[in-house]
C-alpha cells in the first residue's frame, strides 16, 4: 500500500496545509479554529489554535517562502497570519464579501492569493506598504454561482476558477504595481486585470478541484458527474479531453508529474490518472472514443467514456455476495453521503467489506509534500473522518515510468 502514515488528529477536518519544512500541519477540525500540529519526538503535538473566525475555516494555505498562513471563513472573511515569536499575529484582509468565501491559495511569488467565495466572485489580495494591510481586487460578474477552487499558474498571472455553474474559467491578474511585465504573457497585446481568457462548458454539473501541470501546459478539473477534464493549449481554441468513470465523484485533483494526477473524493480512496507518451490521458478500458468540436464555444476536446481509470492507491471493495442492482444503487448513495452501510437492505444483501482501505469517509483535501530537490513523490490526503494520510508513490513500481 502506498500510505506510509495516518494521523487521527480530530472527528472531521475541512481542509489541511503543511509548513514548509513538513514538520508542522495545520488544519480545521470542522469549527471556526484552525489547529496547529508541531512533530516532537516521533509524536503529533498541539502547538497553536488560531482563533478570528466566527464560522467554518473553509479553506488554508500556508506560504513556502514567507512562511505565512491565510485562512477564509464562512463568517466572509480572511485573515494572514505571520509568525512573531512563538505567536502567530492575524492580520485582517479587505474582501467586501456578501457571501462566504470558501477556498484560497498563494499564488506562485507569494505575492498574491486568490479567495474563491460563494458570491460568484473571486478575491486577488495584496499587500499595501503604505497603509500596512492587505487589500483586494475582485472579478465580478464572470461566474453565474459559488467559486469552488482556484489554482495559480506557475507564471503568477493566469488565475483558474470552477463554479458550480459547471464551467471552467482562466483570468488575467495582472495588478500594476504588483506585478512586473515580465512575468505578464507573452502575447502582444497583454490581457488586463479580470479579462477571462477561456471559458470551459465541458461539464453538465458542479466543478470542483481545478489544478495546472508543473509547466502550465495542462490544466485539470473535475466534476460531480464522475468524470475528470484535462486541458492543453489554453487559449480560445483549447483542447481538451474528457474521461468518464464508473465510480463516485471526485472532490480535488493534484498533478504529482506532468504525466500523473491523482483525484481524491467520495470514493474514500485517491486515484491514479496518466498520460501515454503521446499526451493522451488513458484508461483501461475504452468503451467509446469520440472527436468533438464545439463551435459555439471553439473547444476541440475528445471524451473517453470508460470502465476503468488507471487504479487505486488503496485496495479496491469487494462484495461478500453476488451484486444486486437494487443495493448497489442504495450502497452508492449512502457512500456519497459519509453514510456507511452496516445493516442489511430490504433484498438481504450484505454490506460491502472495505480492504485496506484507509480513509473512512468523503476525501476532501490533497497537497503536495515535495521538497525542493526531492525526488521522492509523496502527497496528503485529509477527509471528514478526520484522518491526515501521508502517501509515498516511490514504492509503487507500476508508477515510476510517469514520475
Known amino acids: 500500500m502506498a500510505a ?14 503543511w509548513s514548509p519544512d513538513h514538520s508542522m500541519v495545520a488544519f480545521c477540525p470542522n469549527n471556526n479554529e484552525v489547529h496547529i500540529y508541531k512533530l516532537v519526538n516521533d509524536k503529533w503535538e498541539k502547538v497553536h489554535v488560531l482563533q478570528k473566525h466566527d464560522q467554518i475555516v473553509s479553506g488554508i494555505d500556508w506560504s513556502v517562502k514567507s512562511n505565512r498562513i491565510v485562512s477564509v471563513s464562512h463568517d466572509r472573511n480572511s485573515y494572514v497570519w505571520s509568525q512573531e515569536g512563538p505567536e502567530w499575529v492575524p492580520t485582517l484582509v479587505i474582501l467586501r464579501l456578501n457571501r462566504a468565501a470558501l477556498c484560497v491559495q498563494w499564488s506562485p511569488k507569494e505575492n498574491k492569493f486568490a479567495v474563491g467565495s460563494g458570491a460568484k466572485t473571486v478575491c486577488v489580495c495584496y499587500y499595501e506598504q503604505e497603509n500596512n494591510w492587505w487589500v483586494s481586487k475582485v472579478i465580478r460578474k464572470k461566474h453565474d454561482s459559488s467559486v469552488t477552487s482556484v489554482a495559480w499558474h506557475p507564471n503568477n498571472i493566469l488565475l483558474a476558477t470552477t463554479s458550480t455553474d459547471g464551467k471552467c474559467r482562466v483570468f488575467s491578474t495582472f495588478i500594476k504595481g504588483v506585478d512586473t511585465r515580465e512575468s505578464k504573457t507573452g502575447s502582444s497585446s497583454d490581457p488586463k486585470f479580470g479579462e477571462q481568457i477561456v471559458q470551459l462548458d465541458l461539464s453538465s454539473s458542479w466543478t470542483f478541484g481545478v489544478k495546472w501541470s508543473p509547466s502550465g501546459n495542462t490544466l485539470a478539473y473535475v466534476g460531480h458527474n464522475s468524470m475528470i477534464y484535462f486541458v492543453d493549449d489554453i487559449s480560445p481554441s483549447p483542447l481538451a479531453q474528457n474521461l468518464a468513470f464508473r465510480n463516485l465523484p ?3 485533483v493534484l498533478f504529482v508529474s506532468e ?4 483525484g481524491v473524493g467520495f470514493d474514500c480512496n485517491p486515484m491514479v490518472f496518466a498520460a501515454d507518451k503521446s499526451g493522451l490521458w488513458y484508461v483501461r478500458f475504452i468503451v467509446t472514443v469520440i472527436f468533438y468540436t464545439c463551435f459555439v464555444t471553439s473547444i476541440r476536446f475528445l471524451v473517453l ?17 453476488g451484486p444486486k442492482s437494487g443495493s448497489q444503487f442504495s450502497e452508492a448513495f449512502g457512500k456519497l453521503y459519509g453514510q456507511a452501510k452496516h445493516g442489511l437492505s430490504n433484498d438481504t444483501v450484505e454490506p460491502s467489506k472495505i480492504q485496506g482501505a484507509v480513509h473512512d469517509n468523503c476525501i476532501n483535501c490533497i497537497a503536495l509534500l515535495n521538497k525542493k530537490g526531492s525526488q521522492t513523490k509523496r502527497f496528503s490526503t485529509s477527509g471528514m473522518d478526520g484522518k491526515v494520510v501521508i ?13
Do not use: P
Open 259 to 262: 504525466k500523473m494526477v491523482i
Open 250 to 252: 471526485l472532490r480535488d
Open 391 to 403: 502517501w509515498d508513490l516511490g514504492n509503487q513500481q507500476d508508477l515510476k515510468e510517469y514520475l
Open 4 to 17: 506510509i502514515a495516518v494521523h487521527q488528529f480530530a472527528q472531521c477536518i475541512t481542509c489541511h496545509a
Open 305 to 321: 467514456f470508460s470502465r476503468s481509470f488507471i487504479r487505486f492507491l488503496g485496495e479496491r471493495r469487494e462484495s461478500l455476495s
